[in-house]
């Protein structure tokens, strides 16, 4: 059984910084790629970044130059370090890992605001 918690979200003022952590469960597991999806009110889940078991990285186009997505093999955590949001990166932040099959986690709510 694969779990993943996630942790770091909450309420940040425009330009500040956050900082998001997803552990996935499982001594000796190994994962392939890993990453974050969020969803916005009344939008669709939407990919964020992802980083390969050999550390490649994808951003969307949104957050590219502001985001910065890390792994650490040996704990199967993936970080997400968020720079200078904005209101509209408000939105419930979804970590995944694959192993076979795609697993999420519970999800955590980002807001940007004054």
């Known amino acids: 059984q694969v779990h993943l918690v996630e942790s770091g979200g909450g309420l940040v003022q425009p330009g500040g910084s956050l900082g998001l952590s997803c552990a996935a469960s499982?001594?000796?597991?190994?994962?392939?790629?890993m990453g974050w999806y969020r969803q916005a009110p009344g939008k669709e889940r939407e990919l964020v970044a992802s980083i390969t078991s050999g550390g490649s990285t994808n951003y969307a186009d949104p957050v590219k130059g502001r985001f910065t997505i890390s792994r650490d093999n040996a704990k199967n955590t993936v970080y997400l370090q968020m720079n200078s949001l904005k209101p509209e990166d408000t939105a419930v932040y979804y970590c995944y890992a694959v192993r076979l099959s795609q697993y999420w986690g519970q999800g955590t709510q980002v807001t940007v605001s004054s």
């Open positions: 499982g001594r000796g597991f190994s994962y392939g790629t």
